[in-house]
């Protein structure tokens, strides 16, 4: 089956699926590694050139499997094939790298204007070139080389941590060319991003893709706990500019990792420019695509409606009893989070048999929904991050089948796009939701307005669900189907 953007082809392969001909389930056809294993390999179809099972063992008795703890820990299967071995591997230093350069901007941007107001404006200062370059970016990764663009972005972001690093060291004192720095890596990350997730479906067979998104997702959670822990230990001993390099050192090993991977190329045909036409091209393809839509749909419910750090500060000193200048309340509500993420992850390993991924998600999104619930009507800390630390796991399963939704259900030359648009949610989420609950902590009381936003993601979500039944019944291709 063809693999062309606007084609119409659907996904006909489950019994409560939409009907051939649908433009909601796009065929995820045209990827070589989604191709059934009963497919000769080839030089271009580089996960096939491996031995990696894709179904699990099923010559033990049914009462052994079902107690196989095998089952349920991390599936780490993805890592048996190399090309995606070493660009996982390469997460993990770096998830680690950049969370330093994280701290270090915000903290070097307030020891030289002593403004919080420069540090707030520093997430603006990030997020236009983010965004900007992140639809861009998913454009250009449907018309060259994945790659080739890899190996551009994540140079240009070691030369920008090089560039921080060497203006910490030197001493300059503008705050505006931190800025510009930040501004301009910031650029090189969005452009970046949408290639290498949609680099994944051409390295990792599709019954692989929820383990490899779960591996992905488990390293970038644990990094964003230990990175920042790091930074502030390592600061009082060998100095802010030394983390801009220590990122810089990071990133080195990504770019060996690209270096090491195959071509990428467009599966339609030569490479070619991408301008402002394949971005909007981008945007019909999605208006064409429910399922696709409905995964966005229920990141910004769970974001926008249930996330609510920016009252954690509030919440730490009149709820949980810190003192008016900080204490361990803070840095536990802000933990709580990554840390049920990271056991999630750890907990993963039944997701590659998990078929009902639109299910899974809207599950998992309630679930947060629910937790967030719970977590506004605490009294107590420690049961205030036990249910953060619930919607931290059920925020990994949202995550990693969404990601998965747009791996399969968006034909490869959209890829790009698509998570291009998923990179801009994802990032812009959070920011609407601070705003959100801000303003609701300060009218109805920091209470109400937590769990009156869980009451709003459960019942948003289920209205998604009844509103758009076909993402209920989207499930992820049958690695059994006949190659068309």
């Known amino acids: 089956m063809s693999d062309t953007a606007g084609s119409g082809d659907a996904d006909t392969t489950t019994s409560e699926g939409t009907s051939e001909g649908s433009p909601d389930e796009p065929t995820p056809s045209g990827s070589p590694a989604q191709l059934t294993r009963s497919v000769p390999a080839s030089p271009s179809d580089p996960a096939q050139l491996t031995d990696v099972s894709t179904e699990p063992d099923r010559t033990e008795p049914r009462s052994r499997r079902r107690w196989d703890l095998r089952r349920i820990v991390v ?8 090309a995606y ?4 591997s390469s997460t993990i230093v770096t998830a680690v790298g950049s969370q330093l350069t ?14 919080s107001a420069y540090v707030g404006l520093s997430g603006l200062v990030a997020l236009v070139p983010l965004v900007i370059f992140a639809l861009w970016g998913g454009a250009i ?23 921080l690093w060497a203006q910490a060291a030197t001493g300059q004192r503008s705050v505006w060319v931190l800025l510009g720095l930040l501004a301009l890596q910031q650029a090189c990350a969005g452009a970046n991003q949408p290639a290498r997730s ?11 893709l929820p383990a490899a998104n779960a591996l992905g997702s488990t390293v970038f959670q644990l990094g964003s706990i230990i990175g920042p822990l790091l930074a502030g230990a390592l600061i009082p001993l ?7 390099l220590i990122d810089a050192v990071a990133l080195t090993a990504t770019i060996w990792a690209v270096w090491r991977l195959p071509p990428l190329p467009p599966l339609n045909g030569a490479p ?4 402002l036409r394949h971005v ?13 839509l409905v995964s966005f749909l229920a990141d910004v419910i769970a974001m926008v409606l249930g996330m609510p750090r920016a009252l954690f500060p509030q919440m730490a000193q009149q709820t949980f009893g810190d003192p008016p200048g900080g204490g361990a309340a803070l840095g536990v509500l802000y933990a709580a989070i990554p840390v049920g993420a990271v056991l999630g992850g750890l907990f993963s390993g039944a997701f590659s048999r998990i078929r009902r991924h639109g299910v899974a998600v809207a599950g998992s999104v309630c679930v947060w929904g629910l937790a967030i619930i719970g977590f506004g009507l605490s009294p107590w800390l420690w049961l205030a991050a036990g249910f953060l630390a619930v919607a931290g796991v059920a925020d990994l399963v949202s995550m990693v089948f969404r990601g998965t939704i747009m791996q399969t259900a968006a034909t490869d030359e959209m890829r790009g796009r698509m998570q291009g648009v998923f990179t801009v949610v994802v990032a812009g989420g959070p920011r609407l939701a601070d705003l959100l609950h801000g303003t609701a902590g300060a009218a109805v009381g920091t209470s109400l307005a937590v769990s009156g936003g869980g009451v709003l993601v459960v019942v948003a979500m289920l209205a998604a669900v009844v509103a758009f039944p076909i993402f209920a019944r989207y499930r992820s291709p049958d690695p059994h189907d006949p190659v068309h």
């Not at 071995?85 to 996982?88: D, F, K, S, V, Y």
């Not at 994280?102 to 403004?115: E, F, H, N, R």
């Open 75 to 82: 599936d780490t299967r993805p890592l048996r094939i190399p």
């Open 238 to 244: 060998i100095g802010l500019s030394t983390l801009y």
């Open 280 to 292: 909007v091209e981008g945007f019909g393809y999605l208006a064409t695509r429910r399922v696709l």
């Open 272 to 275: 070619r420019r991408a301008g």
């Open 141 to 163: 990764a449907d018309a060259v080389d994945r790659r080739k663009l890899l190996l551009v972005t994540n140079s240009g972001i070691a030369v920008t941590s090089v560039l």
């Open 102 to 115: 994280a701290v270090a901007v915000p903290k070097q941007i307030y020891d030289l204007t002593g403004s």
């Open 85 to 88: 071995r070493r660009l996982w």
């Open 198 to 208: 949609a680099a994944i479906p051409r390295l990792v067979p599709a019954p692989l």
